[in-house]
């Protein structure tokens, strides 16, 4: 009876809610690992799935895949990362994810007002951003936090 620890790819994908491919991409990428059996077939550690949920909850509080694979990496590939380790990196990230909060906090409360991208329809731009001045800086919506760009 094959051990419950190792994890075939739908079981994976499907626990994950991660389509196969994406698993084989991560696994390119080397933010996953895999085993393979004797016929080949990839196993995968039960611990993938906690590193599948960071890179998913990552990812949708918009941090880049490069900043996910660089947290990763300092994790242990060849054990189980311990509390030890997600502490680690959590620390590592306080900044980071700090600095998120701030800039989507910063979006849900400048929504209703101009964000400088260039649209001039609301008429706090006229104000804000007359002429589209915030084009000077560049491309997006110049009033908004750089995460959020
Ligand atoms: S909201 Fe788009 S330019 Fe003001």
New binding site residues.
């Given amino acids: 009876m094959r051990s419950t620890d190792h994890l075939t790819v739908s079981e994976l994908a499907a626990r994950s809610g991660f389509a196969p491919s994406a698993l084989r991409f991560y696994e390119r990428e080397g933010l996953i690992q895999a085993s393979r059996t004797s016929g080949n077939q990839r196993r995968y550690e039960r611990g993938v799935l906690r590193r599948l949920a960071f890179i998913r909850a990552a990812r949708n509080v918009g941090l880049s895949l490069e900043e996910v694979a660089a947290a990763l990496a300092a994790l242990p590939d060849s054990r189980t990362p311990t509390k030890a380790d997600w502490t680690r990196l959590s620390r590592a990230w306080r900044a980071r994810l700090d600095a998120q909060i701030a800039a989507l906090e910063k979006l849900r409360d400048g929504l209703d ?10 008429k ?2 006229a104000m ?2 007359p002429a ?1 001045v ?1 084009r000077t800086d560049g491309p997006g ?1 110049r ?1 908004l936090p750089a995460p959020l760009r």
């Fill in positions: 007002s101009c964000i400088g991208c260039g649209c001039l329809s609301l706090r731009c804000s951003n589209d915030a919506a009033y």
